[in-house]
Protein backbone atom coordinates (compact mmCIF):
# COMPACT_ATOMS: atom_id res chain seq x y z
CA UNK A 1 0.00 0.00 0.00
CA UNK A 2 1.15 3.50 -1.01
CA UNK A 3 0.73 5.62 2.24
CA UNK A 4 1.66 8.92 1.10
CA UNK A 5 -1.48 8.88 -1.51
CA UNK A 6 -4.00 7.28 1.64
CA UNK A 7 -2.89 9.67 4.75
CA UNK A 8 -2.43 12.89 3.23
CA UNK A 9 -4.50 14.68 1.52
CA UNK A 10 -3.06 18.06 0.54
CA UNK A 11 -6.52 19.55 -0.65
CA UNK A 12 -7.27 18.80 3.04
CA UNK A 13 -4.44 21.17 5.03
CA UNK A 14 -7.94 23.51 5.47
CA UNK A 15 -9.56 20.29 7.10
CA UNK A 16 -8.23 20.99 10.18
CA UNK A 17 -9.16 24.33 10.74
CA UNK A 18 -10.17 25.41 14.09
CA UNK A 19 -8.70 22.68 15.88
CA UNK A 20 -6.64 23.37 19.07
CA UNK A 21 -3.42 21.79 19.04
CA UNK A 22 -0.95 21.09 21.69
CA UNK A 23 0.05 24.42 22.81
CA UNK A 24 -3.72 25.83 22.39
CA UNK A 25 -3.48 27.34 19.15
CA UNK A 26 -5.66 27.56 16.66
CA UNK A 27 -4.33 24.96 13.70
CA UNK A 28 -5.19 27.08 10.39
CA UNK A 29 -2.46 25.39 8.33
CA UNK A 30 0.08 23.12 9.75
CA UNK A 31 3.99 24.09 9.67
CA UNK A 32 5.45 22.78 6.25
CA UNK A 33 7.77 20.56 8.23
CA UNK A 34 5.30 19.29 10.49
CA UNK A 35 3.92 18.16 7.20
CA UNK A 36 6.73 16.23 5.90
CA UNK A 37 7.05 14.82 8.98
CA UNK A 38 4.12 13.36 9.12
CA UNK A 39 4.66 11.67 5.78
CA UNK A 40 7.16 10.03 6.83
CA UNK A 41 5.98 8.64 10.51
CA UNK A 42 3.50 7.32 8.66
CA UNK A 43 5.79 5.34 6.23
CA UNK A 44 7.98 4.23 9.90
CA UNK A 45 4.40 2.96 11.27
CA UNK A 46 3.43 1.50 8.08
CA UNK A 47 7.30 -0.25 7.85
CA UNK A 48 6.41 -1.22 11.49
CA UNK A 49 8.55 0.99 13.36
CA UNK A 50 7.96 3.94 16.45
CA UNK A 51 6.39 6.70 14.43
CA UNK A 52 8.46 8.96 16.20
CA UNK A 53 11.73 8.33 14.43
CA UNK A 54 10.24 10.14 11.52
CA UNK A 55 11.01 13.43 12.41
CA UNK A 56 11.85 15.57 9.25
CA UNK A 57 14.55 18.55 9.64
CA UNK A 58 15.88 20.71 6.68
CA UNK A 59 18.93 19.23 4.96
CA UNK A 60 22.34 20.73 6.35
CA UNK A 61 23.77 19.45 3.13
CA UNK A 62 21.39 21.13 0.46
CA UNK A 63 23.95 19.90 -2.60
CA UNK A 64 22.99 16.20 -1.48
CA UNK A 65 18.72 17.10 -0.85
CA UNK A 66 16.29 19.33 0.69
CA UNK A 67 15.03 17.73 3.99
CA UNK A 68 16.68 14.72 5.83
CA UNK A 69 15.55 12.30 8.35
CA UNK A 70 17.73 10.01 10.39
CA UNK A 71 15.37 8.14 12.50
CA UNK A 72 16.61 4.96 11.11
CA UNK A 73 19.97 5.56 12.58
CA UNK A 74 18.08 6.36 16.14
CA UNK A 75 15.86 3.31 15.49
CA UNK A 76 18.70 1.02 15.00
CA UNK A 77 19.57 0.05 18.41
CA UNK A 78 16.22 -0.47 19.67
CA UNK A 79 15.08 -2.93 16.28
CA UNK A 80 18.76 -4.50 16.54
CA UNK A 81 18.83 -3.90 12.68
CA UNK A 82 21.43 -2.36 10.67
CA UNK A 83 20.31 1.33 9.82
CA UNK A 84 20.33 1.28 6.22
CA UNK A 85 17.69 -1.79 6.19
CA UNK A 86 15.67 -0.05 8.03
CA UNK A 87 15.84 3.44 5.87
CA UNK A 88 15.33 1.27 2.61
CA UNK A 89 12.30 -0.12 4.02
CA UNK A 90 10.49 3.11 5.09
CA UNK A 91 12.01 4.58 1.59
CA UNK A 92 9.76 1.70 0.16
CA UNK A 93 6.72 3.05 1.92
CA UNK A 94 7.14 6.50 0.57
CA UNK A 95 6.99 4.80 -3.31
CA UNK A 96 4.31 7.04 -4.89
CA UNK A 97 4.30 9.47 -1.93
CA UNK A 98 2.74 13.01 -2.89
CA UNK A 99 4.94 14.51 -0.94
CA UNK A 100 7.96 13.69 -1.99
CA UNK A 101 10.04 13.57 -5.73
CA UNK A 102 12.86 11.30 -4.27
CA UNK A 103 13.43 9.61 -1.11
CA UNK A 104 16.73 7.96 -1.03
CA UNK A 105 18.36 5.37 1.75
CA UNK A 106 22.21 6.12 2.04
CA UNK A 107 24.62 4.57 4.08
CA UNK A 108 24.71 4.44 6.66
CA UNK A 109 20.99 4.62 6.88
CA UNK A 110 19.96 8.51 6.34
CA UNK A 111 16.84 9.10 4.42
CA UNK A 112 17.70 12.02 1.77
CA UNK A 113 14.16 13.77 0.72
CA UNK A 114 13.30 15.86 -2.14
CA UNK A 115 9.58 17.72 -2.02
CA UNK A 116 7.68 17.51 -5.38
CA UNK A 117 7.08 21.03 -6.63
CA UNK A 118 3.19 20.58 -6.69
CA UNK A 119 3.22 19.87 -2.87
CA UNK A 120 5.04 23.29 -2.40
CA UNK A 121 2.49 24.60 -5.21
CA UNK A 122 -0.03 23.55 -3.38
CA UNK A 123 0.92 24.37 0.10
CA UNK A 124 1.93 28.09 -0.86
CA UNK A 125 -1.98 28.39 -2.42
CA UNK A 126 -2.92 27.60 0.59
CA UNK A 127 -0.91 30.51 2.39
CA UNK A 128 -1.51 33.09 -0.49
CA UNK A 129 -5.39 32.67 0.42
CA UNK A 130 -5.14 32.42 4.44
CA UNK A 131 -5.76 34.69 6.80
CA UNK A 132 -2.22 35.84 7.80
CA UNK A 133 -0.26 33.38 5.91
CA UNK A 134 -1.96 30.61 7.98
CA UNK A 135 -0.42 31.84 10.90
CA UNK A 136 -2.00 29.33 13.76
CA UNK A 137 -3.69 31.87 16.13
CA UNK A 138 -4.14 30.91 20.15
CA UNK A 139 -7.39 29.93 21.11
CA UNK A 140 -6.89 31.92 24.07
CA UNK A 141 -5.25 35.33 23.33
CA UNK A 142 -2.91 36.25 26.21
CA UNK A 143 -3.09 40.26 27.93
CA UNK A 144 0.07 41.30 27.58
CA UNK A 145 1.19 44.80 28.64
CA UNK A 146 4.82 45.86 26.84
CA UNK A 147 6.93 48.75 29.10
CA UNK A 148 9.35 50.64 27.00
CA UNK A 149 10.59 53.24 25.77
CA UNK A 150 10.97 54.80 29.61
CA UNK A 151 12.14 57.84 28.50
CA UNK A 152 12.52 60.40 31.34
CA UNK A 153 11.04 63.86 31.34
CA UNK A 154 12.99 66.69 29.84
CA UNK A 155 15.83 65.29 29.10
CA UNK A 156 16.05 64.73 25.27
CA UNK A 157 16.02 60.84 23.78
CA UNK A 158 19.70 59.75 22.79
CA UNK A 159 20.49 56.87 21.21
CA UNK A 160 20.63 54.99 24.33
CA UNK A 161 16.80 55.13 24.25
CA UNK A 162 16.05 53.68 20.38
CA UNK A 163 16.78 50.22 21.18
CA UNK A 164 14.84 50.00 24.48
CA UNK A 165 11.90 52.13 21.78
CA UNK A 166 12.84 49.92 18.55
CA UNK A 167 12.80 46.40 20.32
CA UNK A 168 10.18 47.01 22.16
CA UNK A 169 8.12 48.25 19.33
CA UNK A 170 8.77 45.30 17.15
CA UNK A 171 7.94 42.56 20.12
CA UNK A 172 4.77 44.74 20.95
CA UNK A 173 3.77 43.96 16.88
CA UNK A 174 4.74 40.61 16.73
CA UNK A 175 2.79 39.63 19.43
CA UNK A 176 -0.13 41.33 17.92
CA UNK A 177 0.23 39.84 15.24
CA UNK A 178 0.23 37.06 16.49
CA UNK A 179 -3.17 37.60 17.81
CA UNK A 180 -2.34 38.84 21.40
CA UNK A 181 -3.84 41.45 23.07
CA UNK A 182 -1.18 43.74 23.66
CA UNK A 183 -0.53 47.19 25.34
CA UNK A 184 2.04 49.63 25.17
CA UNK A 185 3.06 51.83 27.60
CA UNK A 186 5.97 54.48 27.50
CA UNK A 187 6.28 54.51 31.42
CA UNK A 188 7.94 57.97 31.68
CA UNK A 189 10.08 58.98 34.17
CA UNK A 190 8.42 62.14 35.43
CA UNK A 191 8.42 62.07 39.64
CA UNK A 192 12.05 61.51 40.75
CA UNK A 193 14.72 64.04 41.94
CA UNK A 194 14.87 64.99 37.92
CA UNK A 195 12.11 66.64 38.54
CA UNK A 196 12.58 68.20 41.80
CA UNK A 197 16.32 69.74 40.28
CA UNK A 198 14.38 71.44 37.40
CA UNK A 199 12.15 73.12 39.58
CA UNK A 200 14.70 74.13 41.88
CA UNK A 201 16.62 75.55 38.77
CA UNK A 202 13.47 77.31 37.49
CA UNK A 203 13.03 79.46 40.39
CA UNK A 204 16.82 80.14 41.10
CA UNK A 205 16.24 81.82 37.44
CA UNK A 206 12.90 83.05 37.96
CA UNK A 207 11.72 83.74 41.67
CA UNK A 208 8.98 85.85 40.67
CA UNK A 209 7.29 83.31 38.50
CA UNK A 210 3.69 83.18 40.62
CA UNK A 211 4.40 79.29 40.89
CA UNK A 212 6.79 79.93 43.39
CA UNK A 213 4.25 82.56 45.47
CA UNK A 214 3.15 80.41 47.84
CA UNK A 215 -0.21 82.50 48.71
CA UNK A 216 -1.18 82.54 45.25
CA UNK A 217 -4.19 81.36 45.06
CA UNK A 218 -5.86 82.46 41.68
CA UNK A 219 -5.33 80.35 38.02
CA UNK A 220 -2.17 79.17 37.18
CA UNK A 221 -1.41 80.53 33.58
CA UNK A 222 -2.38 77.72 30.55
CA UNK A 223 0.97 78.64 28.63
CA UNK A 224 4.28 77.04 29.82
CA UNK A 225 6.86 79.79 30.19
CA UNK A 226 9.49 78.01 28.36
CA UNK A 227 10.09 75.66 25.02
CA UNK A 228 11.55 72.43 25.32
CA UNK A 229 14.95 74.04 24.08
CA UNK A 230 15.12 75.84 27.95
CA UNK A 231 14.05 72.57 29.05
CA UNK A 232 16.92 70.47 27.65
CA UNK A 233 19.38 73.26 28.67
CA UNK A 234 18.00 73.56 32.18
CA UNK A 235 18.08 69.54 33.32
CA UNK A 236 22.14 69.27 33.14
CA UNK A 237 23.13 72.63 34.48
CA UNK A 238 20.84 72.02 37.56
CA UNK A 239 22.84 68.50 37.83
CA UNK A 240 25.87 69.48 37.63
CA UNK A 241 25.51 72.10 40.16
CA UNK A 242 23.67 69.83 42.72
CA UNK A 243 26.73 67.43 42.48
CA UNK A 244 28.64 70.33 43.46
CA UNK A 245 26.60 72.32 45.86
CA UNK A 246 25.52 70.17 49.22
CA UNK A 247 22.71 73.00 49.52
CA UNK A 248 21.56 73.01 46.09
CA UNK A 249 20.46 69.34 46.62
CA UNK A 250 19.05 70.03 49.66
CA UNK A 251 16.65 72.19 47.98
CA UNK A 252 16.57 70.06 44.79
CA UNK A 253 15.63 67.43 47.38
CA UNK A 254 12.99 69.76 49.31
CA UNK A 255 11.28 70.48 45.67
CA UNK A 256 10.59 66.97 45.03
CA UNK A 257 9.16 66.41 48.14
CA UNK A 258 6.75 69.29 47.61
CA UNK A 259 5.97 68.11 44.00
CA UNK A 260 5.12 64.67 45.59
CA UNK A 261 3.31 66.11 48.71
CA UNK A 262 0.82 68.27 46.27
CA UNK A 263 2.18 71.57 46.89
CA UNK A 264 -0.37 73.47 44.06
CA UNK A 265 2.48 75.76 42.56
CA UNK A 266 5.08 72.79 41.84
CA UNK A 267 2.18 70.73 40.68
CA UNK A 268 1.36 73.30 38.11
CA UNK A 269 4.87 74.17 37.08
CA UNK A 270 5.43 70.06 36.90
CA UNK A 271 2.31 69.92 34.86
CA UNK A 272 4.01 72.18 32.20
CA UNK A 273 7.54 70.82 32.54
CA UNK A 274 5.52 67.14 31.36
CA UNK A 275 3.66 68.79 28.79
CA UNK A 276 6.42 70.28 26.85
CA UNK A 277 8.60 67.13 27.50
CA UNK A 278 5.71 65.47 26.28
CA UNK A 279 4.78 66.66 22.67
CA UNK A 280 8.47 66.61 22.20
CA UNK A 281 8.48 62.97 22.89
CA UNK A 282 5.93 62.23 20.75
CA UNK A 283 7.69 63.88 17.94
CA UNK A 284 10.48 62.25 18.46
CA UNK A 285 9.37 58.85 18.85
CA UNK A 286 7.17 59.34 15.79
CA UNK A 287 9.67 59.71 13.72
CA UNK A 288 11.24 56.54 14.95
CA UNK A 289 7.88 55.16 13.72
CA UNK A 290 7.42 54.06 17.46
CA UNK A 291 3.97 54.40 18.95
CA UNK A 292 2.11 53.89 22.59
CA UNK A 293 -1.30 53.37 23.77
CA UNK A 294 -0.55 54.55 26.90
CA UNK A 295 1.47 57.82 28.37
CA UNK A 296 1.91 56.95 31.69
CA UNK A 297 4.54 57.40 34.10
CA UNK A 298 6.24 56.90 37.30
CA UNK A 299 3.82 59.68 39.04
CA UNK A 300 0.59 58.20 37.61
CA UNK A 301 0.91 55.95 40.32
CA UNK A 302 1.75 58.08 43.07
CA UNK A 303 -1.78 58.28 44.71
CA UNK A 304 -1.55 53.81 44.99
CA UNK A 305 1.63 53.97 47.47
CA UNK A 306 -0.07 54.40 50.80
CA UNK A 307 -2.19 51.63 49.98
CA UNK A 308 0.20 49.40 48.19
CA UNK A 309 2.17 50.09 51.60
CA UNK A 310 -0.53 48.86 53.57
CA UNK A 311 -1.03 45.66 51.28
CA UNK A 312 2.91 44.81 51.97
CA UNK A 313 2.91 45.38 55.48
CA UNK A 314 -0.32 43.28 56.19
CA UNK A 315 0.80 40.90 54.48
CA UNK A 316 3.13 40.52 56.89
CA UNK A 317 6.49 40.80 54.23
CA UNK A 318 7.34 44.88 54.57
CA UNK A 319 9.37 45.35 57.64
CA UNK A 320 12.03 48.58 59.07
CA UNK A 321 14.66 48.10 58.85
CA UNK A 322 17.23 51.06 59.78
CA UNK A 323 14.31 53.04 59.43
CA UNK A 324 13.74 52.11 55.85
CA UNK A 325 10.74 49.83 54.72
CA UNK A 326 12.47 47.11 53.23
CA UNK A 327 10.83 43.18 51.59
CA UNK A 328 13.49 40.40 51.66
CA UNK A 329 13.64 38.99 48.37
CA UNK A 330 16.90 36.16 48.97
CA UNK A 331 15.79 32.90 48.73
CA UNK A 332 17.73 29.76 49.85
CA UNK A 333 19.35 28.91 46.02
CA UNK A 334 20.37 31.60 45.49
CA UNK A 335 24.10 31.90 44.48
CA UNK A 336 24.42 35.49 44.87
CA UNK A 337 23.28 38.46 46.60
CA UNK A 338 20.05 39.72 46.35
CA UNK A 339 20.01 42.62 49.02
CA UNK A 340 16.37 43.03 50.19
CA UNK A 341 13.90 45.78 47.85
CA UNK A 342 13.41 48.97 49.52
CA UNK A 343 10.42 50.22 49.56
CA UNK A 344 10.43 53.38 51.32
CA UNK A 345 13.39 55.69 52.20
CA UNK A 346 14.00 56.47 55.71
CA UNK A 347 12.25 59.98 55.09
CA UNK A 348 9.06 58.08 53.68
CA UNK A 349 10.23 59.14 50.22
CA UNK A 350 9.65 56.85 47.28
CA UNK A 351 12.03 55.05 44.94
CA UNK A 352 12.65 54.26 41.53
CA UNK A 353 11.57 50.57 42.94
CA UNK A 354 8.09 52.08 44.49
CA UNK A 355 6.77 53.45 41.66
CA UNK A 356 7.20 50.43 39.40
CA UNK A 357 6.10 48.24 41.98
CA UNK A 358 2.89 50.59 42.67
CA UNK A 359 2.79 50.64 38.30
CA UNK A 360 1.96 46.62 38.86
CA UNK A 361 -0.41 47.26 41.53
CA UNK A 362 -2.20 49.25 39.07
CA UNK A 363 -1.86 47.10 36.00
CA UNK A 364 -3.45 44.79 37.72
CA UNK A 365 -6.46 46.38 38.33
CA UNK A 366 -6.59 48.06 35.19
CA UNK A 367 -5.66 46.01 32.75
CA UNK A 368 -5.19 42.56 34.44
CA UNK A 369 -2.47 41.75 32.00
CA UNK A 370 -0.84 37.71 32.41
CA UNK A 371 2.18 39.13 31.08
CA UNK A 372 4.31 42.20 31.44
CA UNK A 373 7.07 42.61 29.15
CA UNK A 374 9.93 45.07 30.49
CA UNK A 375 12.73 46.77 28.05
CA UNK A 376 15.51 48.19 29.41
CA UNK A 377 19.35 47.78 29.44
CA UNK A 378 21.28 44.84 30.66
CA UNK A 379 22.45 47.19 33.83
CA UNK A 380 18.95 46.64 35.52
CA UNK A 381 18.83 42.95 35.66
CA UNK A 382 19.31 42.71 39.48
CA UNK A 383 16.87 45.46 39.87
CA UNK A 384 13.98 43.57 37.79
CA UNK A 385 14.61 40.70 39.80
CA UNK A 386 14.39 41.96 43.02
CA UNK A 387 11.41 43.95 41.61
CA UNK A 388 10.23 40.83 40.54
CA UNK A 389 10.35 38.41 43.41
CA UNK A 390 8.86 41.36 45.63
CA UNK A 391 6.12 41.76 43.50
CA UNK A 392 5.46 37.86 43.36
CA UNK A 393 6.00 37.57 47.21
CA UNK A 394 3.91 40.06 48.38
CA UNK A 395 0.97 38.70 46.53
CA UNK A 396 0.95 41.95 44.14
CA UNK A 397 0.95 39.47 41.11
CA UNK A 398 -0.47 35.85 41.17
CA UNK A 399 1.99 33.20 41.12
CA UNK A 400 1.02 32.11 37.11
CA UNK A 401 2.08 35.65 36.50
CA UNK A 402 4.64 36.03 33.80
CA UNK A 403 6.80 39.14 34.69
CA UNK A 404 9.61 39.11 31.80
CA UNK A 405 12.40 41.41 31.64
CA UNK A 406 14.70 41.88 27.96
CA UNK A 407 17.65 43.48 28.96
CA UNK A 408 19.68 44.79 25.94
CA UNK A 409 23.36 45.38 25.39
CA UNK A 410 25.07 48.76 24.21
CA UNK A 411 25.33 50.13 20.97
CA UNK A 412 28.95 50.88 20.49
CA UNK A 413 30.70 52.57 18.18
CA UNK A 414 33.76 51.09 15.76
CA UNK A 415 36.09 51.74 18.79
CA UNK A 416 34.07 49.03 20.64
CA UNK A 417 33.19 51.85 23.42
CA UNK A 418 29.95 53.14 23.76
CA UNK A 419 28.58 55.06 20.51
CA UNK A 420 29.33 58.86 20.54
CA UNK A 421 29.20 62.12 18.01
CA UNK A 422 32.17 62.78 16.64
CA UNK A 423 32.95 65.58 18.54
CA UNK A 424 33.11 62.85 21.36
CA UNK A 425 29.60 63.26 23.05
CA UNK A 426 26.22 61.70 23.72
CA UNK A 427 24.66 60.85 20.63
CA UNK A 428 20.69 62.88 20.32
CA UNK A 429 18.57 61.08 18.61
CA UNK A 430 16.65 63.48 16.85
CA UNK A 431 20.43 64.24 15.61
CA UNK A 432 20.84 60.76 14.34
CA UNK A 433 17.68 60.34 12.81
CA UNK A 434 18.52 64.25 10.91
CA UNK A 435 22.26 62.98 9.74
CA UNK A 436 21.12 59.62 9.02
CA UNK A 437 18.06 60.95 6.68
CA UNK A 438 20.35 63.71 4.94
CA UNK A 439 22.94 61.06 4.12
CA UNK A 440 19.59 59.13 2.12
CA UNK A 441 18.69 61.99 0.90
CA UNK A 442 21.90 62.69 -1.17
CA UNK A 443 22.24 58.73 -1.83
CA UNK A 444 19.07 58.34 -3.34
CA UNK A 445 19.59 61.93 -5.17
CA UNK A 446 22.64 60.49 -6.54
CA UNK A 447 20.40 57.36 -8.26
CA UNK A 448 17.44 58.78 -9.66
CA UNK A 449 15.67 62.21 -9.88
CA UNK A 450 12.41 61.67 -7.92
CA UNK A 451 9.96 65.28 -7.18
CA UNK A 452 11.41 66.78 -4.05
CA UNK A 453 8.68 65.68 -1.87
CA UNK A 454 8.80 61.84 -2.46
CA UNK A 455 13.22 61.89 -2.17
CA UNK A 456 12.51 63.10 1.36
CA UNK A 457 9.79 60.72 2.29
CA UNK A 458 11.69 57.85 0.93
CA UNK A 459 15.07 58.97 2.28
CA UNK A 460 12.91 59.13 5.86
CA UNK A 461 11.71 55.47 5.23
CA UNK A 462 15.14 54.45 3.84
CA UNK A 463 17.19 55.99 6.98
CA UNK A 464 14.50 53.86 9.20
CA UNK A 465 14.86 50.63 7.64
CA UNK A 466 18.69 51.55 8.02
CA UNK A 467 18.46 51.88 11.89
CA UNK A 468 15.75 49.74 12.90
CA UNK A 469 16.91 46.91 11.08
CA UNK A 470 20.61 47.59 12.00
CA UNK A 471 19.48 47.39 15.66
CA UNK A 472 17.15 44.56 15.16
CA UNK A 473 18.99 42.10 13.47
CA UNK A 474 21.29 41.75 16.31
CA UNK A 475 20.01 39.21 19.34
CA UNK A 476 19.14 41.97 21.73
CA UNK A 477 21.11 41.01 24.73
CA UNK A 478 23.82 41.70 22.37
CA UNK A 479 26.35 45.14 22.28
CA UNK A 480 26.71 45.67 18.50
CA UNK A 481 28.59 48.22 16.72
CA UNK A 482 26.51 50.94 15.18
CA UNK A 483 27.95 51.02 11.80
CA UNK A 484 25.64 53.43 9.82
CA UNK A 485 27.91 53.29 6.53
CA UNK A 486 27.10 49.11 6.67
CA UNK A 487 23.48 49.15 7.88
CA UNK A 488 22.99 52.32 4.91
CA UNK A 489 24.03 49.74 2.26
CA UNK A 490 21.44 49.04 -0.46
CA UNK A 491 23.28 45.56 -0.20
CA UNK A 492 24.15 43.26 2.17
CA UNK A 493 22.27 42.08 5.15
CA UNK A 494 21.06 45.87 5.93
CA UNK A 495 17.19 47.10 5.90
CA UNK A 496 17.96 49.39 2.28
CA UNK A 497 18.53 45.62 0.98
CA UNK A 498 15.00 44.31 2.13
CA UNK A 499 13.79 48.22 0.96
CA UNK A 500 15.56 47.41 -2.44
CA UNK A 501 14.16 43.97 -2.86
CA UNK A 502 10.43 44.94 -2.52
CA UNK A 503 10.80 47.95 -4.25
CA UNK A 504 11.98 45.98 -7.36
CA UNK A 505 8.80 43.73 -6.72
CA UNK A 506 6.21 46.51 -6.99
CA UNK A 507 8.03 47.72 -9.99
CA UNK A 508 7.83 44.60 -11.82
CA UNK A 509 4.24 44.01 -10.69
CA UNK A 510 3.35 47.75 -12.13
CA UNK A 511 4.71 46.83 -15.63
CA UNK A 512 2.71 43.80 -15.50
CA UNK A 513 -0.62 45.79 -14.44
CA UNK A 514 0.64 48.71 -17.19
CA UNK A 515 1.03 45.70 -19.94
CA UNK A 516 -2.74 44.75 -19.00
CA UNK A 517 -2.15 42.08 -16.37
CA UNK A 518 -4.28 41.38 -13.35
CA UNK A 519 -1.73 40.39 -10.37
CA UNK A 520 -4.76 39.60 -8.45
CA UNK A 521 -6.03 36.65 -11.25
CA UNK A 522 -2.84 35.02 -11.69
CA UNK A 523 -2.44 31.89 -10.18
CA UNK A 524 0.27 29.80 -8.77
CA UNK A 525 2.17 27.01 -11.23
CA UNK A 526 4.97 24.83 -10.15
CA UNK A 527 8.32 26.07 -9.56
CA UNK A 528 10.24 25.52 -12.92
CA UNK A 529 13.65 26.36 -11.89
CA UNK A 530 15.85 25.37 -8.69
CA UNK A 531 16.06 28.90 -7.60
CA UNK A 532 12.16 29.06 -8.01
CA UNK A 533 12.15 26.09 -5.85
CA UNK A 534 14.19 27.80 -3.45
CA UNK A 535 12.20 31.23 -3.31
CA UNK A 536 9.16 28.58 -2.51
CA UNK A 537 10.52 26.71 0.70
CA UNK A 538 11.63 30.16 2.19
CA UNK A 539 7.92 31.41 1.81
CA UNK A 540 6.36 28.26 3.10
CA UNK A 541 8.87 28.80 6.51
CA UNK A 542 6.60 32.38 6.96
CA UNK A 543 4.36 30.77 9.81
CA UNK A 544 7.17 28.76 11.57
CA UNK A 545 9.18 31.77 11.68
CA UNK A 546 6.73 34.34 13.10
CA UNK A 547 5.27 31.57 15.72
CA UNK A 548 8.97 31.19 16.90
CA UNK A 549 9.83 34.97 16.85
CA UNK A 550 6.85 35.85 19.07
CA UNK A 551 7.46 32.20 21.37
CA UNK A 552 11.23 33.89 22.25
CA UNK A 553 10.40 37.45 21.66
CA UNK A 554 13.16 37.57 18.80
CA UNK A 555 12.84 40.40 16.40
CA UNK A 556 16.02 39.06 14.82
CA UNK A 557 14.59 35.43 13.68
CA UNK A 558 12.29 37.99 11.17
CA UNK A 559 15.31 39.92 10.02
CA UNK A 560 17.59 36.59 9.86
CA UNK A 561 14.49 35.24 7.69
CA UNK A 562 13.54 38.15 5.58
CA UNK A 563 17.60 38.22 4.31
CA UNK A 564 17.28 34.76 3.45
CA UNK A 565 14.18 35.41 1.28
CA UNK A 566 15.52 38.53 -0.13
CA UNK A 567 18.56 36.80 -1.33
CA UNK A 568 16.29 33.77 -2.57
CA UNK A 569 13.85 36.06 -4.62
CA UNK A 570 16.62 38.18 -6.24
CA UNK A 571 18.51 34.92 -6.55
CA UNK A 572 15.88 33.66 -8.77
CA UNK A 573 15.17 37.29 -10.67
CA UNK A 574 18.42 36.93 -11.66
CA UNK A 575 17.79 33.52 -13.55
CA UNK A 576 14.46 34.44 -14.92
CA UNK A 577 13.08 36.78 -17.27
CA UNK A 578 9.73 37.26 -16.07
CA UNK A 579 7.98 40.00 -17.88
CA UNK A 580 9.16 38.86 -21.32
CA UNK A 581 8.00 34.89 -20.83
CA UNK A 582 5.80 34.17 -23.82
CA UNK A 583 4.03 31.74 -21.61
CA UNK A 584 1.45 33.53 -20.27
CA UNK A 585 0.18 30.79 -17.81
CA UNK A 586 4.22 30.68 -16.52
CA UNK A 587 4.39 34.39 -16.10
CA UNK A 588 1.39 34.67 -14.31
CA UNK A 589 2.19 31.71 -12.04
CA UNK A 590 5.78 33.79 -11.42
CA UNK A 591 3.79 37.48 -11.16
CA UNK A 592 1.31 35.50 -8.42
CA UNK A 593 4.86 34.04 -6.65
CA UNK A 594 5.98 37.50 -6.98
CA UNK A 595 2.85 39.01 -5.32
CA UNK A 596 3.42 36.25 -2.54
CA UNK A 597 7.07 37.18 -2.14
CA UNK A 598 6.23 40.96 -1.50
CA UNK A 599 3.19 40.86 0.78
CA UNK A 600 5.05 38.31 3.23
CA UNK A 601 8.18 40.79 2.91
CA UNK A 602 6.04 43.87 3.52
CA UNK A 603 4.11 42.38 6.54
CA UNK A 604 7.38 41.11 8.35
CA UNK A 605 8.59 44.05 7.60
CA UNK A 606 5.78 46.32 9.22
CA UNK A 607 5.99 43.82 12.67
CA UNK A 608 9.81 45.17 12.88
CA UNK A 609 8.56 48.65 12.32
CA UNK A 610 9.17 50.48 8.88
CA UNK A 611 7.75 50.35 5.62
CA UNK A 612 8.96 50.46 1.89
CA UNK A 613 8.45 53.44 -0.70
CA UNK A 614 7.59 52.87 -4.33
CA UNK A 615 10.64 53.51 -5.84
CA UNK A 616 14.16 54.18 -4.49
N1 LIG B 1 13.16 55.78 32.97
C1 LIG B 1 13.97 54.63 33.20
C2 LIG B 1 15.42 54.93 32.90
O1 LIG B 1 15.74 55.90 32.27
C3 LIG B 1 13.55 53.44 32.38
C4 LIG B 1 12.19 52.90 32.72
C5 LIG B 1 12.08 51.44 32.43
N2 LIG B 1 10.81 50.87 32.81
C6 LIG B 1 10.45 50.58 34.05
N3 LIG B 1 9.25 50.14 34.29
N4 LIG B 1 11.29 50.71 35.07
O2 LIG B 1 16.27 54.14 33.30
Known amino acids: MCLGQSKIRLESLREKQYDIGQKGLVIYMKKILDLISEEL???????????????????????????????????????????????????EKLEGSKVFAEVSAVMPGFLNLKVKEEFLTSYLKEMAVAEKFGLNLPANPKKVVVDYGGANIAKPLHVGHMRSAVIGESIKRILRFCGHDVIGDVHLG???????????ELKERHPEWVYFDENFEGEYPAEAPFTISELEEIYPTAS???????????????????????????????????????????????????????????????????????????????????????VDVKKETDTKEYPPCMILKSDGASLYNTTDLATIMDRMRKIGPEQIIYLTDKR?????EQVFRCAFKTGLVPEDMKL???????????DGKPFKTREGGVMRLERLIRETTDGMYQ?????????????????????????????????????????IERFASFEGDTGPYILYTIV?????????TEAGGNVAACVLADAANAAEK????????????????????????????????????????????ILSETDEAKKAGWIALLDLTKKVLETCIDVLGFSAPERM
Open 190 to 200: DWGLQMGLIIT
Open 380 to 384: QELYF
Open 41 to 91: KNAFEAAGYDRELGRVTISNRPDLCEYQCNGAMAGAKQYKKAPIMIANEVA
Open 443 to 483: KISENQALPEAEAKETAKQIALSALIYGDLSNQASKDYVFD
Open 534 to 577: DLVKELAKFNTVMESACEELAPHKICAYIFDLANAFNHFYHETK
Open 240 to 326: GKSKEDAAYKAKAMEDTFKLQSGVRGHRAIWEHIKNVSIADLRVNYGNLNVDFDLWLGESDVHDLIPEMVDFMKESGHAYISEGALV
Open 404 to 414: QWIGFGTMNGK
Open 504 to 512: RIKSILNKY
